[in-house]
């Protein structure tokens, strides 16, 4: 959900299209890692 709000934010204050994906791949991989950490701290869901 971020990558949809960051993606049209970035382009409208004119960074490059590819810049743009990159930094929101990086940005899904750091959420989704903590995730993993959230869920295996605070539940018993183990995704790794």
């Known amino acids: 959900l971020p990558m949809f709000l960051v993606i ?3 382009l ?3 960074h490059g299209f590819y810049f743009t994906l990159f ?7 750091a ?3 903590l995730l993993v ?5 605070f539940t018993n ?3 790794m």
């Open 23 to 29: 930094v929101n791949a990086m940005l899904t991989t």
């Open 31 to 33: 959420l989704f890692w």
């Open 8 to 10: 049209p934010w970035m």
């Open 12 to 14: 409208r204050k004119g």
């Open 45 to 47: 869901i183990e995704l």
């Open 37 to 41: 950490v959230i869920l295996k701290k």
